[in-house]
């Protein structure tokens, strides 16, 4: 016996109280996390809304589990049914015990893809080269879930990495294996990173990244299916068809399917829509509307924004009183002012020679200096701190024509 081999786990299933917590289940939903983590991280560097492959990735999952598992009870159709049957047929419905085809998992998965892209106005093309890497990373991680399960293994090795399968899962003591699950994941993991560089380097637009997946995929399935030897349909060989295995010719067939479609739309130019065009916001149709005002009623002179939808076009500056004279274009309040206030004074009533803002509306011209209702003090009172004289303490005015007749009569 070789002094290094792998050996297969034990178990496959811990329990969580009475909860069954099965590896094929955990590399299924790693994968699953990993490849819509790296889709959308390729999504928005290319322009898509952040949340696109997220919501996308649910439909997509359900439609590629059934189509998976679907795919998987056909070609191996005499596990669960007829007289070699080593399952009973209600057991075609168990997942979790193993038993994914790829081709099935990819064309209705794909079909869970178009649905979405179709509701969301997004161009299939775009998403497909979008989540090629992603796939084939996936792929590596749920092919771990294999080795759980003790399946997907090749002919007999002597080499030091060959795989050690129990006698209840067919194999023989003493006896390796080629592990074509370890196989399958390393070419996987290496076509994510050729995808990544290739779609970085060259201008790989409208499917024609995933058609290089899919080439790249089906030419290392071809020849890692070709090890298997593992009993597929509830006996001891695989189903074949001249000298190959079904999933053997699947790959020829799906291998130039890519590379046609490949060189056929390598002249293929054109925008790829990555931004759904059905927002929920509708598009404003009104021109007054092209800077996103809410109001659709607003005044032509509102273009701005204003919210009193009536002001008197004399209001252009924004006045708030509605009824106020032209002259106000400086915005007096005083309505009934007269013309000569044009600076805003306070006294309605004011004479003419009131212009500098006089107080006492009944002062003599002779006040033009703007004193109050006080006669002149006397020079000499000047410096008392008494008060201005009222009443018939006053002092009177001269007599002007009296004044001048003592001059004249000099």
């Known amino acids: 016996m070789p002094l290094a081999s792998i050996p297969s786990p034990a178990e496959g299933v811990w329990y969580l109280g009475f909860i069954p917590i099965r590896a094929y289940a955990l590399c299924i939903v790693l994968g699953v996390i990993v490849a819509v983590w790296l889709s959308e991280r390729r999504w928005r560097a290319r322009g898509g809304q952040a949340g ?39 057991r075609a419905l168990f997942i979790w015990e193993g038993g994914l085809g790829i081709w099935g998992a990819v064309a209705l998965g794909g079909f869970g893809v178009w649905l979405a892209a179709r509701k969301r106005g997004l161009s299939m093309g775009a998403l497909a080269d979008t989540i090629a890497p992603g796939l084939a990373f996936a792929q590596a991680i749920g092919r771990w879930g294999n080795w759980f399960n003790q399946e997907l293994y090749g002919s007999p090795t002597t080499l030091p990495w060959g795989l050690e399968i129990d006698v209840d899962h067919g194999g023989e003591p003493g006896v390796l294996y080629h592990p074509t699950f370890l196989y399958e994941s390393l070419w996987d993991l290496a076509l994510g ?38 009993p597929v349909g509830g006996v001891d060989y695989a189903v074949e068809f001249i000298g190959l295995r079904i999933n053997q010719w699947t790959s020829i067939v799906l291998f130039v399917a890519a590379l046609a479609y490949f060189w056929a739309t390598r002249n293929k130019t054109g925008e790829e829509v990555v931004v759904s065009p059905f927002g929920t916001d509708p598009k404003p149709s009104d021109p007054a509307h092209a800077e996103g005002q809410d109001d659709s009623d ?24 509605p009824g106020v004279d032209p002259p106000h274009s400086d915005g007096q309040d005083d309505s009934d002012v007269d013309p000569l206030h044009t600076k805003g004074q306070d006294d309605p ?31 000499e009172d000047s410096g008392d701190d008494a008060a201005p004289k009222t009443g018939d303490d006053r002092a009177e005015l001269p007599d002007t024509e009296t004044a001048t007749k003592e001059k004249n009569s000099r």
């Open 52 to 90: 696109t492959i997220i919501d996308i990735a649910v439909p997509a999952v359900i439609f590629g589990l059934i189509g998976g598992r679907l795919y998987h009870v056909i070609t191996d159709w005499q596990t669960y049914f007829g007289d070699r049957a080593i399952k009973e047929p209600y």
């Open 193 to 230: 990173f050729v995808l990544i560089l290739a779609g970085r380097r060259f201008a790989l637009h409208h499917g024609r990244l995933f058609a290089l997946y899919v080439a790249g995929y089906t030419a290392g399935r071809f020849w890692i299916e070709g090890l298997r030897i593992d």
């Open 298 to 321: 607003v005044d032509p002179l509102h273009a701005s924004g204003q919210d009193d939808p009536g002001p008197d076009p004399l209001h252009a500056k924004g006045q708030d009183d």
């Open 349 to 379: 009533g004011a004479d003419p020679l009131h212009a500098k803002g006089q107080d006492d509306p009944g002062v003599d011209p002779l006040h033009s200096t703007g004193q109050a209702d006080l006669d002149k003090e006397d020079p």
